[in-house]
C-alpha cells in the first residue's frame, strides 16, 4: 500500500490531536480500523458517496429502498419489544406525514441521544414491514445550527465502520466530521505530485493534493468521478510499475539457455506429421515462444486456452524446439491418468521418429524405473512425460532446457522451483498450460511478472457444446434423453456439487443420485463408474479408466473428476444442483464434452427457485462457450477474490480500483508503466525522479522479492 511522503506535519499528526476525535476514539480508529495518523484517515477512502442535496417530504414517501433526507421532529420515542428484538421506535413528523423510525443496534445509546420536538435532518433508507414504511438505523442531525445544515446539503461521504465503532458513536456520521474539520487545514504541498507530469497530461488526472480532497467532500458529481480516476489509476499504476520492475529484475537477472536454431524434429513434425493446420492462435502463440527462448533469458510463459483449443500441440512443438536444440524436454500433469493420456498422445505422435518418450508415475517402480532414470540421465530420453514424480531428488536430467506444466492451478510456486532447479548450468524454460482463463485484468494483476499468452480460438469445425437448463419436473425427459445417447453408443457424465465444508452432505447427495440412476439404468443393461473425494487416487483412476475403455456407460462424479481428462466418446453432461456451482466450475465440467465428432449436450439441473445470480450464470452458460467471456461475467458477479486460481497467489487489496470494473483504467496505467520502464529502467531520468522517490525502498523490495519467487 502507498503510503503519503508528508511535507511536514499535517497528515502526521496522531488521530488523537485531531478535532472531535480525543484519546478513547483515536484508541478505537487504531484497533479496530488501524489508523494512527491524520494521512491514515484521509487515505481511507469513502466507501460510497450519498446525494444529500435533496430533501424530500414523509408524504411523498411510496418506494421500498429509496434513499430521502427529512426535516422534521420526534413525536415519540420509545423502547420497545424484550431481549433480543429489543429496539428504539421512534415516529417522526414533517408538515406532510410520519413515519417510523428504528434502531436495533446501539438503541440504549440513541435513547439517551435523541430528543422529541427538536427539529433534525434525517437521512436513511426506506424499508417497508407489513405495507408501512419505516427507516432502520436513520443518520440524524440537529437543525439548531444552520451553517451546518447548509455545509451538509451536498454529496456526502460514507467511511467503513465497525459494529464497535458504531456502538461507541464513531459511525460514518463521526468520521465525516473528523475529516470536514481537517480537511481546509491540509495544504498542497503537503501532498506532493509523484506521478511524472506527461502521465497527468496524458490521462487528464488531476493532482494527488485535490484528487485527496475531493475523494471526500466534491463539490459535484464530475469532480468526484476525476478524484476516483485518479486514485485508481494510481492504485493500478504504482502496482504495474512495481511488478514489471521486478519482472524485469528477475529477466536482467537469470540466464536461460538459448534455443537458437528451429531444426530437423520441429519441421519434420511440422512437415510431415501435425494432421491439422494450426490456428492462427496457435501459431501466434509459438511465436512469442520461439522470440522467449532466444533471448538468453528464462522463459516463464504462461499458456491460458480454453478447453480443446489445442494447447498440447503448442506445448509439444515447443519441446521439439528444445530438442533441436540439444536439450530434453519434460511435460508434468497434475493426475496420473491426465499425464498417461499425453504420454500416449505424444507418442503416438512422434512413433515413427527416432525421438525417444518416456512415462514416471508413482505407479513405475522397480526395474523399469531404475532403467527409465538411467536413461533420463544419459539423454537417452528425449521426453519425459508424468506427474509430480517429476519432481522427486532421484529424477536426473542429462539436460534439461524446457518444463511444460499442465493445468497450471494445482501446482504451487514451490514446485515450480523443484522443477527449476532440476536444470543444470541454466533453470528450464517453463511454460505453463491452463484451460481456467482468467479475465484480462487479473491476468494483469495476478501475473504482471509472467509472460501471457492466450489460445483464443478453438480448431475449425467444433460443435459447441448445446446447453440448457432443467427443473426436476423435467427429470424423466432427461433420463430419457441420457438412455437415447446411449443407445447411440455415447456415454454421460453425471456430476455433483462438491463444497468442502458440506462434504459428507455432498457425498449424500451423490449416493441418493447413485441410487436413482440405478433405478433407471440397472444393471446388467447398464453400467456406473462412480468417482469421488473420499476415495484413493488409485480407486480413482481405476473407475476412470474402466469409462475410458467404454466399460460403463454412465460417469457419476463428484467435482474430482479430472481437468483435462478426453473421454471424446462422451456426449453428455448432467449437472446437479447446477446453481451451487460458480461459472467458471461449471464451463470447465463442460469442457469434458465436446471433445468428439459428435454432437454433445450439456444439461444443468436446478432448483425451482433461482437467485437473480443464479439466473444469470446458466444463462451465461447458455448463451455462450467461451470460457474468457464466462470468466468476465464471473468476475463481476463473484469479485476477484473468489476466481479459481487466485485464491493461493496473493491477489493484492485494492483500496479503491476494483479489478472487476476498472479494466480500462488498469489497462492504461499497465501501458504506461511498461512505456516508462523501457524508457527509462531504473527511473533515473529527472522527470522519473519523484516516481522513483515516492516508491522508494519498494524497488528494492522489488527487486530482492524477484529473487526468490
Ligand atoms: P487443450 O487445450 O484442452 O489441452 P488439446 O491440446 O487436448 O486441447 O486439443 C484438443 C483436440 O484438438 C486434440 O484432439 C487435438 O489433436 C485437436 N487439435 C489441436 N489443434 C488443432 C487444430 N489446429 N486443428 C484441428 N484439431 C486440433
Ligand atoms: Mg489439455
Same mark, same amino acid.
Given at each position: 500500500?502507498?503510503?503519503?511522503?508528508?511535507?511536514?506535519?499535517?497528515?502526521?499528526?496522531?488521530?488523537?490531536?485531531?478535532?472531535?476525535?480525543?484519546?478513547?476514539?483515536?484508541?478505537?480508529?487504531?484497533?479496530?480500523?488501524?489508523?494512527?495518523?491524520?494521512?491514515?484517515?484521509?487515505?481511507?477512502?469513502?466507501?460510497?458517496?450519498?446525494?444529500?442535496?435533496?430533501?424530500?417530504?414523509?408524504?411523498?414517501?411510496?418506494?421500498?429502498?429509496?434513499?430521502?433526507?427529512?426535516?422534521?421532529?420526534?413525536?415519540?420515542?420509545?423502547?420497545?419489544?424484550?431481549?433480543?428484538?429489543?429496539?428504539?421506535?421512534?415516529?417522526?413528523?414533517?408538515?406532510?406525514?410520519?413515519?417510523?423510525?428504528?434502531?436495533?443496534?446501539?438503541?440504549?445509546?440513541?435513547?439517551?441521544?435523541?430528543?422529541?420536538?427538536?427539529?433534525?435532518?434525517?437521512?436513511?433508507?426506506?424499508?417497508?414491514?407489513?405495507?408501512?414504511?419505516?427507516?432502520?438505523?436513520?443518520?440524524?442531525?440537529?437543525?439548531?445550527?444552520?451553517?451546518?445544515?447548509?455545509?451538509?446539503?451536498?454529496?456526502?461521504?460514507?467511511?467503513?465502520?465497525?459494529?464497535?465503532?458504531?456502538?461507541?458513536?464513531?459511525?460514518?456520521?463521526?468520521?465525516?466530521?473528523?475529516?470536514?474539520?481537517?480537511?481546509?487545514?491540509?495544504?498542497?504541498?503537503?501532498?506532493?505530485?509523484?506521478?511524472?507530469?506527461?502521465?497527468?497530461?496524458?490521462?487528464?488526472?488531476?493532482?494527488?493534493?485535490?484528487?485527496?480532497?475531493?475523494?471526500?467532500?466534491?463539490?459535484?458529481?464530475?469532480?468526484?468521478?476525476?478524484?476516483?480516476?485518479?486514485?485508481?489509476?494510481?492504485?493500478?499504476?504504482?502496482?504495474?510499475?512495481?511488478?514489471?520492475?521486478?519482472?524485469?529484475?528477475?529477466?536482467?537477472?537469470?540466464?536461460?539457455?538459448?534455443?537458437?536454431?528451429?531444426?530437423?524434429?520441429?519441421?519434420?513434425?511440422?512437415?510431415?506429421?501435425?494432421?491439422?493446420?494450426?490456428?492462427?492462435?496457435?501459431?501466434?502463440?509459438?511465436?512469442?515462444?520461439?522470440?522467449?527462448?532466444?533471448?538468453?533469458?528464462?522463459?516463464?510463459?504462461?499458456?491460458?486456452?480454453?478447453?480443446?483449443?489445442?494447447?498440447?500441440?503448442?506445448?509439444?512443438?515447443?519441446?521439439?524446439?528444445?530438442?533441436?536444440?540439444?536439450?530434453?524436454?519434460?511435460?508434468?500433469?497434475?493426475? #496420473?491418468? +491426465? *499425464?498417461?493420456? /499425453?504420454?500416449?498422445?505424444?507418442?503416438?505422435?512422434?512413433?515413427?521418429? &527416432?525421438?525417444? @518418450?518416456? %512415462?514416471?508415475?508413482?505407479?513405475?517402480?522397480?526395474?523399469?524405473?531404475?532403467?527409465?532414470? #538411467?536413461? +533420463? *540421465?544419459?539423454? /537417452?530420453?528425449?521426453?519425459?512425460?508424468?506427474?509430480?514424480?517429476?519432481? &522427486?531428488?532421484? @529424477?536426473? %536430467?542429462?539436460?534439461?532446457?524446457?518444463?511444460?506444466?499442465?493445468?497450471?492451478?494445482?501446482?504451487?510456486?514451490?514446485?515450480?522451483?523443484?522443477?527449476?532447479?532440476?536444470?543444470?548450468?541454466?533453470?528450464?524454460?517453463?511454460?505453463?498450460?491452463?484451460?481456467?482463463?482468467?479475465?484480462?485484468?487479473?491476468?494483469?494483476?495476478?501475473?504482471?511478472?509472467?509472460?501471457?499468452?492466450?489460445?483464443?480460438?478453438?480448431?475449425?469445425?467444433?460443435?459447441?457444446?448445446?446447453?440448457?437448463?432443467?427443473?426436476?419436473?423435467?427429470?424423466?425427459?432427461?433420463?430419457?434423453?441420457?438412455?437415447?445417447?446411449?443407445?447411440?453408443?455415447?456415454?454421460?457424465?453425471?456430476?455433483?456439487?462438491?463444497?468442502?465444508?458440506?462434504?459428507?452432505?455432498?457425498?449424500?447427495?451423490?449416493?441418493?443420485?447413485?441410487?436413482?440412476?440405478?433405478?433407471?439404468?440397472?444393471?446388467?443393461?447398464?453400467?456406473?463408474?462412480?468417482?469421488?473425494?473420499?476415495?484413493?487416487?488409485?480407486?480413482?483412476?481405476?473407475?476412470?479408466?474402466?469409462?475410458?475403455?467404454?466399460?460403463?456407460?454412465?460417469?457419476?462424479?463428484?467435482?474430482?473428476?479430472?481437468?483435462?481428462?478426453?473421454?471424446?466418446?462422451?456426449?453428455?453432461?448432467?449437472?446437479?444442483?447446477?446453481?451451487?456451482?460458480?461459472?467458471?466450475?461449471?464451463?470447465?465440467?463442460?469442457?469434458?464434452?465436446?471433445?468428439?465428432?459428435?454432437?454433445?449436450?450439456?444439461?444443468?439441473?436446478?432448483?425451482?427457485?433461482?437467485?437473480?445470480?443464479?439466473?444469470?450464470?446458466?444463462?451465461?452458460?447458455?448463451?455462450?462457450?467461451?470460457?474468457?467471456?464466462?470468466?468476465?461475467?464471473?468476475?463481476?458477479?463473484?469479485?476477484?477474490?473468489?476466481?479459481?486460481?487466485?485464491?493461493?497467489?496473493?491477489?493484492?487489496?485494492?483500496?479503491?480500483?476494483?479489478?472487476?470494473?476498472?479494466?480500462?483504467?488498469?489497462?492504461?496505467?499497465?501501458?504506461?508503466?511498461?512505456?516508462?520502464?523501457?524508457?527509462?529502467?531504473?527511473?533515473?531520468?529527472?522527470?522519473?525522479?519523484?516516481?522513483?522517490?515516492?516508491?522508494?525502498?519498494?524497488?528494492?523490495?522489488?527487486?530482492?522479492?524477484?529473487?526468490?519467487?
Amino acid at each position: 500500500m502507498t503510503t503519503l511522503r508528508t511535507y511536514n506535519g499535517v497528515l502526521d499528526t496522531p488521530v488523537e490531536y485531531l478535532k472531535g476525535v480525543g484519546p478513547v476514539r483515536a484508541e478505537l480508529l487504531k484497533s479496530e480500523l488501524g489508523l494512527y495518523k491524520a494521512g491514515d484517515l484521509l487515505s481511507d477512502y469513502p466507501t460510497k458517496h450519498v446525494d444529500r442535496s435533496q430533501f424530500h417530504k414523509v408524504g411523498d414517501i411510496n418506494e421500498d429502498g429509496q434513499y430521502v433526507q427529512l426535516i422534521g421532529e420526534f413525536v415519540s420515542l420509545n423502547m420497545i419489544g424484550e431481549k433480543r428484538a429489543k429496539r428504539l421506535s421512534g415516529v417522526f413528523r414533517d408538515k406532510s406525514g410520519q413515519i417510523e423510525m428504528v434502531w436495533f443496534k446501539g438503541a440504549n445509546y440513541m435513547a439517551k441521544f435523541l430528543k422529541p420536538y427538536v427539529p433534525y435532518v434525517a437521512y436513511g433508507r426506506v424499508s417497508f414491514f407489513r405495507g408501512r414504511p419505516n427507516i432502520p438505523h436513520p443518520e440524524l442531525e440537529t437543525l439548531e445550527n444552520p451553517d451546518r445544515l447548509k455545509a451538509n446539503s451536498r454529496i456526502m461521504p460514507s467511511y467503513r465502520s465497525t459494529e464497535k465503532l458504531n456502538t461507541k458513536g464513531l459511525d460514518s456520521k463521526a468520521r465525516r466530521r473528523i475529516i470536514q474539520e481537517f480537511l481546509p487545514k491540509i495544504r498542497e504541498r503537503d501532498i506532493p505530485e509523484f506521478l511524472p507530469d506527461d502521465v497527468l497530461s496524458k490521462l487528464k488526472l488531476i493532482s494527488a493534493y485535490q484528487a485527496r480532497i475531493h475523494i471526500h467532500f466534491p463539490k459535484n458529481q464530475d469532480i468526484l468521478l476525476q478524484a476516483e480516476k485518479r486514485l485508481k489509476f494510481e492504485e493500478l499504476f504504482i502496482h504495474q510499475i512495481r511488478l514489471l520492475y521486478s519482472k524485469a529484475s528477475y529477466k536482467a537477472e537469470s540466464p536461460g539457455h538459448v534455443f537458437s536454431t528451429i531444426g530437423q524434429h520441429f519441421n519434420h513434425f511440422y512437415k510431415n506429421i501435425l494432421p491439422f493446420d494450426l490456428t492462427n492462435a496457435q501459431k501466434r502463440v509459438i511465436k512469442e515462444v520461439r522470440t522467449d527462448v532466444r533471448t538468453g533469458r528464462q522463459m516463464n510463459r504462461l499458456l491460458q486456452g480454453d478447453v480443446g483449443s489445442g494447447k498440447t500441440v503448442v506445448a509439444l512443438m515447443t519441446m521439439l524446439m528444445a530438442i533441436d536444440n540439444g536439450f530434453q524436454a519434460c511435460l508434468m500433469a497434475p493426475t #496420473e491418468i +491426465l *499425464a498417461q493420456q /499425453h504420454y500416449q498422445g505424444i507418442s503416438d505422435l512422434l512413433k515413427d521418429t &527416432e525421438l525417444k @518418450v518416456g %512415462f514416471l508415475s508413482g505407479s513405475v517402480k522397480g526395474k523399469p524405473r531404475k532403467q527409465l532414470l #538411467e536413461d +533420463l *540421465a544419459s539423454g /537417452h530420453i528425449d521426453i519425459l512425460i508424468g506427474t509430480h514424480a517429476l519432481l &522427486e531428488k532421484p @529424477v536426473v %536430467f542429462s539436460n534439461l532446457g524446457l518444463s511444460v506444466i499442465d493445468e497450471q492451478h494445482r501446482f504451487g510456486v514451490a514446485q515450480r522451483a523443484k522443477l527449476w532447479a532440476k536444470g543444470k548450468q541454466h533453470p528450464p524454460h517453463v511454460l505453463v498450460m491452463t484451460a481456467t482463463p482468467i479475465p484480462r485484468t487479473l491476468a494483469m494483476t495476478l501475473y504482471g511478472d509472467l509472460d501471457v499468452s492466450i489460445i483464443d480460438e478453438l480448431p475449425p469445425g467444433r460443435k459447441p457444446v448445446k446447453t440448457s437448463y432443467k427443473s426436476e419436473l423435467k427429470r424423466p425427459e432427461v433420463i430419457a434423453f441420457m438412455k437415447e445417447q446411449i443407445k447411440k453408443g455415447r456415454q454421460v457424465y453425471v456430476v455433483y456439487p462438491l463444497i468442502e465444508e458440506s462434504e459428507k452432505l455432498d457425498l449424500e447427495d451423490l449416493n441418493n443420485g447413485y441410487e436413482k440412476l440405478l433405478h433407471y439404468f440397472p444393471t446388467p443393461d447398464y453400467q456406473i463408474s462412480v468417482v469421488h473425494g473420499r476415495m484413493k487416487q488409485e480407486e480413482k483412476d481405476f473407475e476412470m479408466q474402466r469409462f475410458i475403455d467404454k466399460k460403463t456407460q454412465i460417469m457419476v462424479a463428484t467435482t474430482v473428476i479430472e481437468v483435462g481428462v478426453n473421454v471424446p466418446n462422451a456426449s453428455v453432461m448432467v449437472i446437479e444442483n447446477a446453481e451451487r456451482f460458480g461459472l467458471s466450475q461449471l464451463h470447465q465440467l463442460r469442457g469434458r464434452v465436446g471433445r468428439g465428432a459428435d454432437q454433445s449436450y450439456c444439461i444443468l439441473m436446478t432448483n425451482f427457485k433461482l437467485s437473480a445470480d443464479g439466473r444469470e450464470r446458466l444463462d451465461t452458460m447458455r448463451r455462450t462457450n467461451d470460457g474468457f467471456e464466462i470468466a468476465e461475467v464471473d468476475l463481476r458477479l463473484r469479485g476477484p477474490g473468489a476466481i479459481e486460481g487466485t485464491q493461493q497467489s496473493g491477489l493484492p487489496g485494492f483500496k479503491i480500483a476494483n479489478l472487476a470494473k476498472d479494466g480500462a483504467i488498469l489497462t492504461a496505467a499497465r501501458r504506461m508503466a511498461q512505456a516508462i520502464l523501457d524508457e527509462d529502467p531504473e527511473l533515473s531520468n529527472e522527470k522519473h525522479k519523484r516516481l522513483r522517490s515516492h516508491l522508494g525502498r519498494s524497488l528494492k523490495q522489488a527487486k530482492s522479492w524477484s529473487r526468490i519467487s
